[in-house]
Nanobody, 124 residues
Framework: VQLQASGGGLVQAGGSLRLSCAAS????????TGWFRQAPGKEREFVAH???????FYADSTKGRFTISRDNAKNTVYLQMNGLKPEDTAVYYC???????????????????WGQGTLVTVSS
Protein backbone atom coordinates (compact mmCIF):
# COMPACT_ATOMS: atom_id res chain seq x y z
CA VAL A 1 0.00 0.00 0.00
CA GLN A 2 1.31 3.44 -0.91
CA LEU A 3 0.04 6.55 0.83
CA GLN A 4 0.15 10.12 -0.40
CA ALA A 5 -0.55 12.87 2.12
CA SER A 6 -1.38 16.37 0.91
CA GLY A 7 -3.11 19.59 1.90
CA GLY A 8 -0.62 21.12 4.29
CA GLY A 9 0.32 24.76 4.22
CA LEU A 10 0.61 28.00 6.14
CA VAL A 11 -2.46 29.27 7.97
CA GLN A 12 -3.14 31.85 10.64
CA ALA A 13 -4.27 30.83 14.10
CA GLY A 14 -7.98 30.14 14.12
CA GLY A 15 -7.94 29.07 10.49
CA SER A 16 -8.70 25.75 8.86
CA LEU A 17 -7.01 23.20 6.61
CA ARG A 18 -8.08 19.87 5.18
CA LEU A 19 -5.50 17.16 4.77
CA SER A 20 -5.96 14.22 2.43
CA CYS A 21 -4.41 10.76 2.50
CA ALA A 22 -4.82 8.86 -0.76
CA ALA A 23 -4.07 5.14 -0.82
CA SER A 24 -2.94 3.22 -3.87
CA UNK A 25 -1.69 -0.27 -4.55
CA UNK A 26 -3.39 -2.98 -2.53
CA UNK A 27 -6.67 -1.16 -1.97
CA UNK A 28 -9.15 -4.01 -2.36
CA UNK A 29 -9.99 -3.50 1.30
CA UNK A 30 -10.53 -0.36 3.32
CA UNK A 31 -7.83 0.03 5.92
CA UNK A 32 -7.99 1.52 9.36
CA THR A 33 -6.13 4.81 9.03
CA GLY A 34 -4.48 7.11 11.46
CA TRP A 35 -3.05 10.62 11.40
CA PHE A 36 0.01 11.47 13.43
CA ARG A 37 2.11 14.59 13.67
CA GLN A 38 5.66 15.40 14.58
CA ALA A 39 6.93 18.81 15.59
CA PRO A 40 10.65 19.65 15.50
CA GLY A 41 12.46 18.05 18.40
CA LYS A 42 9.40 16.13 19.54
CA GLU A 43 8.18 12.59 19.21
CA ARG A 44 5.55 11.59 16.72
CA GLU A 45 2.15 11.87 18.37
CA PHE A 46 -1.30 10.52 17.67
CA VAL A 47 -3.90 12.86 16.17
CA ALA A 48 -6.88 10.79 15.01
CA HIS A 49 -7.90 7.35 13.78
CA UNK A 50 -10.72 5.95 11.69
CA UNK A 51 -11.68 2.33 11.28
CA UNK A 52 -12.80 0.86 7.98
CA UNK A 53 -16.39 1.18 9.21
CA UNK A 54 -15.87 4.85 10.08
CA UNK A 55 -15.65 4.61 13.87
CA UNK A 56 -13.34 7.42 14.95
CA PHE A 57 -10.94 8.19 17.79
CA TYR A 58 -9.16 11.43 18.64
CA ALA A 59 -6.35 12.68 20.80
CA ASP A 60 -7.53 14.91 23.63
CA SER A 61 -5.66 17.83 22.06
CA THR A 62 -7.59 17.59 18.79
CA LYS A 63 -11.01 16.44 19.93
CA GLY A 64 -13.69 18.95 19.00
CA ARG A 65 -11.45 20.79 16.52
CA PHE A 66 -10.37 18.06 14.08
CA THR A 67 -12.59 15.65 12.17
CA ILE A 68 -11.36 12.51 10.45
CA SER A 69 -13.47 11.01 7.69
CA ARG A 70 -13.12 8.65 4.75
CA ASP A 71 -14.35 8.13 1.22
CA ASN A 72 -13.85 4.45 0.50
CA ALA A 73 -14.77 4.87 -3.17
CA LYS A 74 -11.81 7.22 -3.55
CA ASN A 75 -9.51 5.29 -1.18
CA THR A 76 -8.98 8.57 0.63
CA VAL A 77 -9.05 9.62 4.27
CA TYR A 78 -9.41 13.27 5.25
CA LEU A 79 -8.47 15.30 8.29
CA GLN A 80 -10.46 18.51 8.60
CA MET A 81 -8.65 20.82 11.00
CA ASN A 82 -10.52 23.82 12.39
CA GLY A 83 -9.55 26.31 15.06
CA LEU A 84 -5.87 25.75 14.37
CA LYS A 85 -3.36 26.84 17.00
CA PRO A 86 0.37 27.53 16.73
CA GLU A 87 0.99 24.35 18.74
CA ASP A 88 -0.60 22.37 15.90
CA THR A 89 2.42 23.21 13.75
CA ALA A 90 4.05 19.94 12.68
CA VAL A 91 4.58 17.53 9.84
CA TYR A 92 1.43 15.45 9.57
CA TYR A 93 1.64 11.82 8.54
CA CYS A 94 -1.05 9.35 7.61
CA UNK A 95 -0.64 5.64 8.17
CA UNK A 96 -2.68 2.49 7.72
CA UNK A 97 -2.90 -0.79 9.57
CA UNK A 98 -4.37 -4.05 8.38
CA UNK A 99 -5.92 -4.81 11.76
CA UNK A 100 -9.17 -2.91 12.11
CA UNK A 101 -9.65 -3.50 15.83
CA UNK A 102 -7.48 -3.89 18.87
CA UNK A 103 -4.93 -1.89 20.76
CA UNK A 104 -2.22 0.25 19.25
CA UNK A 105 -4.24 2.55 17.03
CA UNK A 106 -2.79 5.54 18.93
CA UNK A 107 0.83 4.40 18.64
CA UNK A 108 3.14 4.72 15.62
CA UNK A 109 4.16 1.10 16.13
CA UNK A 110 0.57 0.05 15.47
CA UNK A 111 0.83 0.86 11.77
CA UNK A 112 2.58 -0.87 8.92
CA UNK A 113 2.42 1.67 6.11
CA TRP A 114 3.21 5.39 6.20
CA GLY A 115 2.87 8.34 3.87
CA GLN A 116 5.59 10.92 3.35
CA GLY A 117 4.13 13.69 5.50
CA THR A 118 2.76 17.15 4.80
CA LEU A 119 3.81 20.28 6.67
CA VAL A 120 1.26 22.37 8.55
CA THR A 121 2.41 25.73 9.87
CA VAL A 122 0.12 27.83 12.04
CA SER A 123 1.20 31.41 12.61
CA SER A 124 0.15 33.39 15.66
Amino acid sequence: VQLQASGGGLVQAGGSLRLSCAASGRTSQSYATGWFRQAPGKEREFVAHIRSGATTFYADSTKGRFTISRDNAKNTVYLQMNGLKPEDTAVYYCAVRERDYGAGYNLPTGYGYWGQGTLVTVSS
